[in-house]
């Protein structure tokens, strides 16, 4: 029995190593779109998103001369389409280094649904728009009954605080000087 | 052995050190719930122009400073008075401290708000999630707002527990001093009154939806109209836990006086703050135009002040003449009165000029709710005088509690 402990532990180094190159690959999704005189491949390192973490992305400009990759300037955000219930997101984007007209990116959705990732490019050559669509999953959703339990559950100690505080009081009275009658007063404590 | 009569406020009594540091501690609780009652009202305005586009906004940040320096500051109370207790310091023992599993000793206020900033940390995480289901708009009425809110009402009950025993020990042995106002009755009293606000505050912002969104509740074959009940709770609930407390006249009034002016006042200054980062950021705003003041929302608080004017001339009225439970019950129903028909008239007002059901149901994205009816209006009157002639024994119970509690 003690011996199977260093497997276990080697299992789980693995596992957090498998974890950890997992990350270092490549993108999951790739995608092509045209804005005019620029041609974006846009990859996603994950697909679905998740809510509350990053969803990393980059972006690759081309176009047909270098001049017009010059001085090219990317924003972007990711919109909630119709059901989604979520505010649009402003995308961070910087400039790869390389190759020339690399970015990276990346958002934080915090509602889970669909959104189109909206990147608007512009250049010598002009300005354009291109839209991606992303989805955006969220942890597995626990019965309404079972969070109104949680949520609910201090109401509890509330209660059972406010009716312990009734025998406090008679307590309290008890344990308070005697004093000189107030019969004039009945509500003299 | 010569001693200073203890009404002098004398700062050589041997237990002046202990109740410096608790009202020290106590008025910083209350500093950092209002830090977090700020964050709220900010919070609000910014989910109505803004959305929720992280988890830490920043009116989230102030809200979570708030109730994470609460509740350090509940730990730290708790770990210096039981050092204390087994150290047999003066003026901490069994009158001054109650007991947590045999082993913690500290006054019973701050136990209580521990435990409220406790519950509001635990539901910060669940309600993100709840919103990563089901989206920004999702209603105050949700469970885990709820668990959020219970937890803030919670943790001001400990506030206001923490001031008021400082205050019976003020009153009795008078070694919080005369000389310095703050630590002085007038300075606690005062203290322990705005601690009390919280309270009133927090349902009147837990009642928003039954104004808004939810007007009735359907009880079967039974529609009622919720607010006048909720409202009727609070205000005759705290106006009368602080004339019972107090016994003095005007106590309530003042209580519901101090609570309408931070409430107007954080009302004023949300939406500028909403605008002010809204610009600076470059945020879309959600709703038509800017953020902007909405004057009968800044001045609507101190209609609440009418209920507790009432139920101060009632219970100082009828105490005389009655005994304390009929004076209560009377001071109850007096209190319920004005506060039914505020509430009410600002249902039917607030359904159609606030427009928040349209971002709150998106199953019936094109329609307001309907009107109450006539029923259900007199069924939530009925039901509020009730809960009022209730609310008001209660608060008494409350008042004396605070009255006589030294721990």
């Known amino acids: ?189 | 052995m010569l001693t200073r009569p203890a009404t002098t406020g004398a700062r050589d009594h041997p237990f002046a050190g202990e109740r410096h540091f608790r009202l020290f501690a106590a008025a910083a609780l209350v500093s950092m719930q209002t830090l977090a009652a700020v964050g709220l009202g900010w919070d609000i305005q910014w989910h109505r122009w803004l959305g929720r586009d992280a988890f830490l906004t920043p009116p989230h940040l102030i809200i979570y400073t708030g109730v994470v320096g609460a509740g350090l500051i509940c730990i730290a109370v708790v770990l210096v008075e039981t050092e204390r207790y087994w150290r047999r310091v003066p003026g901490v023992d069994r009158t001054s401290t109650v007991s947590l599993l045999g082993v913690f000793h500290a006054p019973l206020g701050f136990i209580v708000a521990g435990f409220g900033a406790l519950t509001m940390a635990v539901a910060a995480p669940l309600d993100n999630y709840w919103h990563q289901l089901y989206g920004v708009d999702v209603t105050l009425w949700a469970p885990f707002h709820m668990m959020g809110l219970i937890g803030a009402g919670i943790a001001y009950l400990g506030a206001a527990y923490a001031l008021a025993s400082e205050l019976v020990r003020s009153r009795r042995d008078g070694t919080a001093g005369r000389r310095v106002m703050i630590f002085g009755w007038p300075g606690i009293a005062l203290g322990a009154l705005f601690a009390l606000t919280a309270v009133l505050r927090l349902v009147r912002v837990l009642m928003e939806p039954s104004i808004e969104t939810f007007p009735t509740w359907q009880l079967g074959p039974v529609e009622v109209l919720t607010s006048p009940i909720g409202l009727t709770l609070a205000v005759v609930l705290t106006s009368m836990a602080a004339v019972v407390m107090l016994r003095k006249p005007g106590a309530a009034t003042l209580m519901t006086f101090m609570a309408a002016l931070f409430t107007a006042t954080v009302t004023l200054l949300a939406p500028i703050a909403v605008r002010i980062v809204g610009d600076a950021s470059g945020y879309t705003y959600r709703l038509p135009g800017h953020p902007h003041i909405n004057w009968i929302q800044v001045l609507l608080p101190f209609a609440y002040v009418l209920p507790a004017i009432a139920v101060d001339v009632a219970y100082l009225a009828e105490l005389r003449r009655w005994h304390r439970m009929r004076a209560s019950i009377v001071a109850g129903l007096a209190g319920s009165l004005p506060m039914t028909a505020i509430a009410t008239i600002l249902t039917l007002d607030g359904i159609s000029s606030t427009e928040a059901a349209l971002r709150m149901l998106p199953a019936s994205s094109n329609e307001l709710p309907p009107q109450p009816a006539f029923r259900a209006i007199a069924l939530g009157a009925l039901v509020a005088l009730a809960v009022g002639a209730y609310s008001g024994r209660a608060g008494e119970q409350l008042g004396r509690i605070w009255r006589l509690n030294t721990r």
């Open chain 1, 1 to 189: 029995m003690m011996r199977r402990w260093p497997a276990a532990l080697l299992a789980v180094l693995l596992l957090g190593l498998s974890g950890i190159s997992a990350a270092g690959q490549g993108p999951i999704r790739s995608e092509t779109r045209y804005a005019g005189a620029y041609t974006l491949r846009i990859d996603l390192y994950s697909d679905p998103a998740f809510t509350g973490r990053r969803l990393n992305f980059d972006v690759v400009v081309d176009a047909s001369t270098a001049d017009q990759l010059r001085s090219v300037t990317l924003t972007g955000s990711a919109i909630p389409e119709v059901g989604t219930n979520a505010s649009p997101l402003r995308a961070t984007l910087s400039h790869a280094g390389q190759p020339v007209g690399g970015f990276q990116g990346y958002v934080t959705p915090q509602v889970r649904g669909s959104y189109r990732l909206h990147l608007t490019i512009s250049g010598p050559a002009g300005t354009n728009a291109v839209d991606l669509p992303l989805r955006v999953a969220a942890p597995t959703a626990i019965p309404i009954w079972f969070a109104w339990s949680i949520g609910l559950a201090p109401l509890l100690g509330l209660i059972g605080f406010s009716w312990g505080q009734r025998s406090y009081l008679a307590r309290l009275q008890a344990g308070a000087s005697p004093g000189p009658p107030a019969a004039s007063t009945p509500a003299a404590t």
